[in-house]
């Protein structure tokens, strides 16, 4: 284990997000238990108002996540100066096998509280609350989860072993220890351009018609998560080399760093927005039977829908920007 | 305009000091109407007027406000419903202090996000009417306490609702302070506002301007004329 | 849209008269948290400055030091050694390097002596760092006397003082002629401290060093990569420990927070309870509640920030300098170059307004689900 401040920062959001979530568990159960939103007494009156106080922390945990995402990396990438042959973020994910495993926890749970917030959104917008059981069944499913990327991250960095000189033997310490894997693997440029455009495509169709014409619901949800897996094989497997001007780097991290004028974000932002959008709109579809929500749920989706749409066409034109300013030839023209 | 059906409230409910507040009361409120409710002090007049005015929910029966059933919505809902059908003047006031008599009375106004402009508008058109004009940028703890009445009145109304409800608005008047709050109260009444008020004062409940005078004891209703 | 933000407004607008009417209370959290980010901040700030310094210093030192080892002990480099090393593909450069520690009884502290490699130094004549300058009042032209471990007195005068700007590496160093320092030293002719490589590539420098080892197996290659991993490491776990010991510090101001939170005054919750009674909903309450947590956690922040930042860079960090820097007597007196990371101010964001953000969290809950009839019953 190193101890460093991030990580102790890291470690202890994630500490509170679990806790606050192991706290608040029971309560979730109760609420599946006595709801009764026909009864007037009291104690329905408290299940209710219990719900603000999970809605705020869902929101909270959401934003936590989010941050710690960005924590996460920058750490990573700060920390790769200590492991011989670690060059970025990468190599230091790769320095122990929980690396990429609680960087991937990270972002799905980001994506599973979003779709949770949207569930809530539409749910309290309508009149009976029709979803609550749903809504709270699928909160206490995402504590473990929540519990599972805690302990993912806390293995990665308690299995964190920086290659530091040591007084008896000096140096070379590090003879021993494999050569890391600094590089992402990566598809060919061209099926990946391929794919990149084919699936942007896609993701800003499905959701621009969903948008439109408020059908489709699943196939906007489908859309952004191909649309987020193409993304990032995307910037893995060319967006990156435009970025880096180097026909052979292919790391989805250096981006975000300052010698590339922070570009990644711009890359990132709308991706990450616009698949959070998405999936919330297909994670509502399902309800749209529901009797209270059949005007609310089209009327949300559609708007999640839009934002999706938007965010898909933001990442296509940011990447192609890059792509035309950059000097680098991958393609013969 | 409301109507309410069997309805009982609880309080402390399911504990060893639990207590019926109401317990099993009809009562039809009309539009366009003055309605006193009179009672001793503990005759749940007060609940009464909370469960009338969405503040609350019954334990058990239904509230129809124009046909709709609301005695299950939530709190969320009930607000929304709340804010634009019932204006409330409370016994105490309950101003808040240190926020001049303007900004007091936009206060309810503030969750609903209208443009600044048109609120102080209407916050100006009220205090005109109700004579506070010049008290418009006074702290509401510098204010008599007639004024603090009619800067509670302008608050209530700056949501333009049909109903008006009112608990107890003479109690802490002298007979002077309560005669004009019932020329205030008739003006309101005269432009077609429901007004829904409790009092055991014989000046309101005796007045011309009231309509209907329900008696209450015991949570329960006793005299209806 | 244009609703929304509106109401935010006046949320907010709402929000901070009621801070103002109460002041006191206020201004005591506030104060304490901008104490808690000044704290922390300090500490990241002068460590990361440090770790740049450090960084900067190493960026100018050879790729590979060569030391020789008896019994596993640091020893001399014999003479012929270094044509010993011959020729390795990648190295640039190699020479034999002369420094040595020489304790002065006067000050009570430890100088570096050492001979610079372009021998631009006139015998007799020395070049001191500016720590010797300010402790033993020398200037360019003065004459110092050194009793050398041999007993004889040696006198030099002081050709020049090196400039402020890289004070950390050089606060306590003499430059001296090579054959003042065997001179002063008794130091056997032929025989060096270490020897230092150059290497271009810095993906060749990892091969010389096994290439060396393995051609002389008493010798030990030091790379620069490692010690600059090392002191990152180092000063890591030093931010890391005096984290750890204030997070007490954290803990309590989190206790603070909930507890400021939580312990509405009856004068609060009236308000509270008005607002629900005409018109407002929990979540709007809530949303005014946040909005306080979020100017609270931002002025702190920034006004801690801002403070540390003034501190560590324009105060010299006087305030933790004795725990966060080396081990020396002579402490080197130097203006850190500013720098902030994004890493610490986002860290540093996880360990202030986090934890006060959770703390809060439930409180406001709390004083949000006031009852809207309460005000009608009380």
């Given at each position: 284990m190193i101890f460093q401040p991030a990580i102790i920062a890291l470690l202890l959001s994630s500490a509170i997000c679990v806790l606050a979530l192991a706290l608040i568990a029971p309560f979730a159960f109760e609420v599946i238990r006595r709801w009764d939103i026909k009864s007037g007494s009291e104690r329905q009156l408290q299940l209710e108002r219990r719900t603000y106080l999970f809605s705020m922390l869902l929101a909270f945990v959401l934003v936590a996540q989010l941050a710690s995402v960005l924590l996460f990396v920058f750490n990573a990438e700060k920390m790769s100066g200590m492991f011989v042959g670690a060059m970025c973020a990468v190599g230091t994910l790769n320095v122990n096998p929980y690396g990429f495993p609680a960087l991937n926890a990270k972002i799905a749970l980001f994506f599973?509280?979003?779709?949770?917030?949207?569930?809530?959104?539409?749910?309290?917008?309508?009149?009976?609350?029709?979803?609550v059981r749903i809504k709270y069944a699928l909160l206490l499913l995402l504590a473990p989860l929540l519990a599972v990327a805690a302990w993912t991250e806390a293995q990665f960095f308690v299995n964190l072993q920086a290659d530091v000189i040591t007084s008896c033997c000096g140096s070379l310490f590090s003879e021993g220890s494999k050569t890391l894997v600094a590089e992402a693997s990566a598809l060919e440029p061209v099926p990946a351009m391929l794919l990149f455009y084919g699936a942007m495509g896609l993701a800003i169709g499905m959701s621009s018609f969903h948008w439109a014409y408020g059908r489709g619901g699943y196939g906007v949800a489908v859309a952004a998560a191909l649309g987020f897996a193409a993304g990032i094989s995307g910037i893995l497997s060319f967006i990156s080399l435009y970025i880096y001007e180097?026909?052979?780097?292919?790391?989805?991290?250096?981006?975000?760093?300052?010698?590339?004028?922070?570009?990644?974000?711009?890359?990132?932002?709308?991706?990450?927005?616009?698949?959070?959008?998405?999936?919330?709109?297909?994670?509502?579809?399902?309800?749209?039977?529901?009797?209270?929500?059949?005007?609310?749920?089209p009327d949300v989706s559609r708007r999640l829908a839009s934002i999706a749409s938007i965010g898909f066409l933001l990442t296509a034109a940011v990447a192609t920007a890059m792509i035309l300013r950059s000097n680098l030839v991958l393609l013969d023209h | 305009m409301i109507e309410l059906a069997g309805i009982r409230k609880a309080f402390n409910q399911g504990q060893h000091n639990e207590y019926w507040a109401l317990n099993g009361i009809d009562l039809a409120i009309e539009a366009n109407k003055v309605t006193a409710l009179r009672g001793p002090s503990g005759s749940g007049k007060t609940t009464l007027l909370t469960l009338v005015g969405c503040l609350a929910r019954?334990?058990?029966?239904?509230?129809?406000?124009?046909?709709?059933?609301?005695?299950?919505?939530?709190?969320?809902?009930?607000?929304?419903i709340r804010r634009r059908t019932f204006g409330f003047v409370f016994q105490q006031f309950n101003l808040?202090?240190?926020?001049?008599?303007?900004?007091?009375?936009?206060?309810p106004a503030y969750p609903t996000g209208e443009p600044r402009r048109e609120l102080l508008e209407r916050a100006e058109a009220l205090l005109a009417r109700l004579n506070l004009g010049h008290r418009r940028e006074a702290k509401v703890e510098w204010l008599s306490g007639g004024e603090q009445q009619r800067v509670a009145i302008c608050r209530a109304l700056i949501n333009d609702p049909e109903a008006l409800i009112a608990d107890e608005p003479t109690a802490n008047l002298d007979t002077h302070l309560a005669k004009e709050f019932m020329a205030i109260l008739e003006g309101l009444a005269g432009e077609g506002r429901t007004i829904l008020l409790t009092s055991h004062d014989p000046l309101v409940t005796e007045s011309a301007v009231v309509d209907r005078g329900v008696e209450m004891r015991d949570g329960q209703i006793v005299d209806d004329r | 849209m244009k609703l929304w933000f509106e109401k935010q407004r006046y949320l907010i607008d709402f929000t901070l008269a009621s801070m103002a009417r109460r002041k006191a209370r206020n201004l005591g959290l506030l104060g304490v948290y901008t104490v808690l980010v000044f704290v922390l901040a300090s500490v990241a700030l002068y460590t990361h400055a440090l770790r740049v310094e450090a960084a900067k210093v190493l960026a100018a030192s050879p790729e590979v030091i060569l030391q020789r080892l008896v019994?596993?002990?640091?020893?001399?480099?014999?003479?012929?050694?270094?044509?010993?090393?011959?020729?390795?593909?990648?190295?640039?450069?190699?020479?034999?390097?002369l420094w040595g520690y020489y304790y002065d009884a006067v000050v009570k502290a430890n100088y570096t002596f050492m001979v610079p490699n372009d021998a631009s130094i006139a015998k007799g004549e020395i070049v001191v760092g500016p720590a010797l300058e300010r402790s033993r009042g020398l200037a360019?032209?003065?004459?110092?006397?050194?009793?050398?471990y041999s007993g004889k007195l040696h006198t030099f005068i002081v050709a020049s003082v090196l400039p402020q700007a890289s004070e950390i590496a050089s606060a306590d160093l003499v430059l001296m002629h090579e054959e003042d320092f065997r001179a002063f030293f008794d130091y056997p002719v032929g025989h060096y401290t270490d020897i230092a490589l150059s290497v271009a590539n810095p993906l060749?420098?990892?091969?010389?060093?096994?290439?060396?080892?393995?051609?002389?197996?008493?010798?030990?290659?030091?790379?620069?990569?490692?010690?600059?991993?090392?002191?990152?490491?180092?000063?890591?776990?030093?931010?890391?420990?005096?984290?750890?010991?204030?997070?007490?510090?954290?803990?309590?101001?989190?206790?603070?927070?909930w507890e400021k939170a939580s312990g509405l005054s009856a004068d609060e919750k009236r308000e509270i309870g008005i607002l629900k009674a005409i018109g407002w909903e929990t979540g709007d309450i809530i949303k005014m509640k946040f909005w306080e947590g979020l100017l609270i956690s931002l002025t702190a922040f920034l006004a801690g920030f801002v403070a540390a930042y003034l501190h560590v860079f324009y105060f010299a960090a006087t305030l933790f300098e004795p725990v966060l820097k080396g081990w020396a007597v002579l402490y080197p007196e130097f203006r850190l170059t500013p720098h902030i990371d994004g890493l610490q101010v986002a860290t540093l964001f996880f360990f202030t307004v986090f934890p006060y953000a959770a703390a809060v969290l439930a409180p406001i809950w709390k004083a949000a689900i006031t009852d809207p009839d309460a005000v009608m019953r009380g």
């Open positions: 599973l509280a979003a779709m949770w917030l949207a569930i809530n959104h539409v749910d309290s917008r309508a009149r009976d609350y029709p979803l180097h026909p052979h780097h292919h790391c989805p991290f250096c981006v975000l760093k300052p010698e590339y004028g922070y570009q990644g974000y711009a890359l990132y932002l709308p991706l990450f927005v616009a698949t959070a959008a998405g999936l919330a709109a297909g994670a509502i579809r399902p309800f749209a039977g529901v009797a209270s929500l059949t005007a609310i749920v | 019954p334990t058990e029966g239904r509230v129809r406000l124009k046909g709709e059933d609301i005695s299950g919505l939530p709190e969320r809902f009930l607000t929304d808040i202090k240190g926020l001049s008599a303007l900004d007091n009375i936009i206060l | 019994a596993g002990r640091h020893d001399l480099i014999p003479p012929g050694y270094l044509e010993k090393v011959g020729r390795i593909r990648g190295v640039q450069k190699k020479e034999g390097r360019a032209g003065n004459g110092i006397s050194f009793r050398s060749e420098v990892r091969n010389v060093a096994l290439k060396l080892a393995a051609a002389l197996p008493d010798s030990r290659p030091i790379l620069r990569d490692e010690v600059l991993r090392t002191y990152a490491s180092i000063f890591d776990w030093r931010e890391g420990i005096v984290l750890a010991l204030l997070s007490a510090a954290i803990l309590a101001f989190g206790i603070l927070a």
